[in-house]
Every structure is written in C-alpha cells, then in structure tokens.
C-alpha cells in the first residue's frame, strides 16, 4: 500500500507554511507526536541527539534537514594541488567560484535571513573559501554573533586541520560539535604529491617536510576532538594513481583516532578551474571506482556517502543549492529572527520521519528474507523527504540504492544534467544521463515518456514510474521482491 503523499515540497511550499505557521501560533503541534524519535536502532541515544538534525553527519537527517555555508574565511595556509584560490574550497565545495564574501556582520544578516525563510535550515557550517581555522577571527566572530541570535542552530567547521590544534577549546566554549578535517593521506611521501606548501608557524615549508608536519597537526587535531566529544567527519578527496588505494590506511588511522565518519570524494579535475591537477591532466574517479573502493572501506571507519562537495556559500538541502535567492542585494538591512517557521516544520517532520522509518524497516526486512543472492542498483529520482518524487526529466541527480541479501543502502548519487527544460528534452542530454547511470539496473521516478525510457532500456537500464511518491525502501524492495519471484505487492501490503 502507497504511504500517505507528503513531499518536502509540500511541507516547504508557501500554502503549507502559512498552515504550519498558524499552527505554531496556536500553541498547537502540526503532527501529533511533538519531538518524537526516529533513532534508528543501531545509534547510540547520545550519539543520535548530535546528528539527527544535521544532513551531513545523518544519511537519514539529509532527505528532511538543510545547512548553510557563510564564506567569511578567505585566507587559507595550505595549498593543495586540486585548488585555484579563485575557486571555491575544494575541501567542502565543488570548484565554483564564491559568488561573494562575507564579513561576519554580513553573514550573521545572511543566516537569520535563510533562517526565516528555510524552515529545513539545521546546520550553519564555515568552509572556506579559505581554511576556517586559519582565519580564525572571522569564523569565531561569526559563530559568536550567530549563537546569540539563533541558538538552536548547530555550528559547524571544516579545516584542512593544519591550524586546528590552535582552537579546539575555543571550539568546545563555543559549543561547536561538529568538525570536519580534509585528510588525504597519512604518508608524507603520498602527501608531498598532493601539498606543494604549507604556511606554519610564520614560515614556509615544501616537499616532504610541509607534508609530515600537515600530517602531525592533523592527527594532534582529530586526537584532540574525540578527547573533547566533538564529533569529528574525515574528508579525503581520492586521487587515482595517488591516493587512491592509500586512502585504506587512512580510514585505519582515523579510525584509530576516533574519527566518527570517513566521507571519500572524487577528485574534480578540470584545465579551466586552472588547479595544478586539473592542468596536468590528473583525472577524477568515475562513479564506478568511487563504489569499488567505498565498498572496500566497508568495516573501517563508518563511512558517509551522500556528499554532495557543495559550494563554500551553499545553502539549502544537500541535493539543491538556494544561494543565489540569499545574495547581499537581496536581504534587508535590519533583520529580525522569527523561529516559527523552523519550529513549525520540526513537529510535523517529526511524524513522517517516524512513518518513513518504520516502512523502511519493513521493506529492509523484506529483502533480507528472499532468497536471492544477487544485488541491484536503483537509480531514484527524488526531491526528498526520502520518496520517489521527481520526474525523470526534472532529474538533476540521482539517489543511487544498493538492494542485497544484506538490505538496501544508499551508496552515493549521480549527478546529471536536467534532461527535460520547457517541456522538451534534448538527445545529446539524454545521452549524457545515460553514461552518468553507467552500472545501475533499475531508474525510479514519478514519470518518464517512452522515448527516454526506450533509450534506457536500450542501454541495459529498467525505468519503472509505477512507485511514484512511495518511500523510496518501500519501492525498492518490491522491486527486488518481484525479481526474486516474490510475490512482491503481498508481502509489502
Ligand atoms: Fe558544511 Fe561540511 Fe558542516 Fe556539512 S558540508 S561544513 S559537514 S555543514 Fe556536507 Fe557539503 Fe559534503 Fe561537506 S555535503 S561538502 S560533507
Ligand atoms: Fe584550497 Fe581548501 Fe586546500 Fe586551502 S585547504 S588550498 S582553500 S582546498
């Protein structure tokens, strides 16, 4: 049986905020289990109070939460050879250049501004462009000023960790309990490939040197964290022919040091951002070898998967980026906080999560008890709230589900060019989703016309739109029933 239709757009559209508005006014709860837990069974109580709310540190947080980046920290003391300064952050942001920079009165403005207007909004992060423990003054005087004016809002930073020892009991005073260190390698030798230099303690270092000392400061770094309860993510861009299959000692060291998730990116390499990789003709990993030596990392360091190396000044839920509806010329000059949007969206997202995770439980349940051996991967297009929900042709990515005997996981995403624009789709595009959906069996989607679908099915990949606004766990699993010659709708009803 179909769970009952509410999108992420529903719960966000302007109709429904001004019901979930009245409804916060009123004193009364939009959903009729206010603050209700969704703790799936294996977290930790504690552990699941830190994360549940924020979309990087949670898999199941990023389909309901959203987070934003303010770019106050420009200055960086490293420099790493998949970057160009006049590009975004290549720790935590795909290279895209910061459409401003802020300063920290500003970007206290931006945030309460998001906040009223993005009830998902969970997680203020500084990733750059620079190193935010570098340039430490402008994120500390950020995080000040935010607490003060929004206190529920979870602050977070991400470093290359060479400054990081410096501030980590600034970052306990100010309550800051997430922390992402980019780590790429734990070998100088490895390491003097990918860092050139490094500026540390009013000097220059290159070559092995600046490598081993990056290295130490970012071991002392993450040691530090775990001693404080910080939860600590590891991010390490893989490199193929550099780092790739060091990254498994990496993951052991982290591991070792307490490190709460290991997040592997691919490397983005291109001559026109002008990075050192990207002029040598160094190449990225295609998703394919991405899953290979993710599933390698399988029983190490818990791994994230649903990076999406957004921008330094993203905004919005992990998939999507807001940021050009928050630009400086657009917000007020004097702005006051009104919670009752967030607040409102909390309650009533409380309940669905519920119902989601108990059909999911139910689906997982399912697919470990048939007997087939094999697996299947299933690309889904979805707007969130973890439904199939988006047309095939609206599609900008795709969330990509791994269904075994062992369950069904979310592995990663690809991303794609919209196929469909103004009611028309282009071949050339379709055929760039195509190759993007390289390896996967099944595509999920609300609609997709026959010629796409034709297309597809030419290249070996089932579209079935026969699920749409189901929970994403729910479909696949009749899916996967059926092909195991289960009678899939019986077991699921
Ligand atoms: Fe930002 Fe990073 Fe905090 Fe998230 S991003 S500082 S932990 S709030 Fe998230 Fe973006 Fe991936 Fe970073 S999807 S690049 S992991
Ligand atoms: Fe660029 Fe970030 Fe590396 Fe600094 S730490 S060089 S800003 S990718």
Known sequence: MAAPVISVESLTGARFSDQLLVSAKSGGCASSSCGSSTRPDDVDPAIWDKIKDHPCFSEEAHHYFARMHVAVAAACNVQCNYCNRK?????????????????????????????????????????????ACYDWEKTKATFERVVREIPDVKLCVSTNGLALPDHVNEL???????????????????????????????????GIQAARILHERQMLGLEMLSARGI?????????????????????????????????VMPLISDPAHGTHYGLTGQRGPNAMEMKALQDRLEGGAKLMRHCRQCRADAVGLLGEDRGQEFTLDQIPGELTYDAGKREAYRELVAD??????????????????????????????TKGGGRVN?????????????????????????????????????????????????????????????????????????????????????AIAAIYAAESGVPALAAIA
């Open 87 to 131: 590009y975004d952050c290549a720790n935590e942001s795909r290279p895209g250049v910061v459409s401003e920079k802020l300063t920290p009165d500003q970007a206290v403005r931006k945030v309460i501004a998001v906040a009223n207007e993005v009830p998902q909004l969970s997680v203020l992060g500084i990733a750059g462009p620079g190193d």
């Open 231 to 263: 939860l600590t993510k590891i991010n390490s861009v893989m490199i193929p022919g550099v780092n790739d299959q060091h990254l498994i000692e990496v993951n052991k060291w982290v591991k070792q040091r307490g490190a709460f998730l290991h997040n």
């Open 390 to 474: 988006e047309h095939f042709g609206h599609a900008k990515e795709f969330q990509v589900y791994e269904a075994s005997p062992i369950g069904i996981n979310f592995i990663g995403h690809r991303k794609v060019e919209q196929y469909c624009l103004g009611g028309w789709g282009e071949n050339a595009t379709l055929d760039g989703v195509i190759a993007a959906l390289e390896g996967i069996d099944v595509v999920l989607c609300v609609k997709i016309g026959n010629c796409p679908k034709d297309q597809l099915a030419d290249a070996g990949i089932r579209a079935i739109d026969a699920y749409g606004h189901d929970y994403i766990e729910t």
């Open 352 to 381: 669905e999560r519920r119902d989601r995770l108990a059909a999911r439980s139910e689906a997982i349940g399912m697919v470990k008890t048939t007997s087939s051996g094999k697996s299947l991967l299933v690309a889904v297009a």
């Open 172 to 206: 306990v005073d100010m309550n800051v309990d997430h922390v992402t260190i980019t780590i790429n390698m734990v070998d100088p030798e490895v390491g003097a490939k990918i860092y050139p230099w490094i500026f540390y303690d009013h000097r220059r270092y290159v």
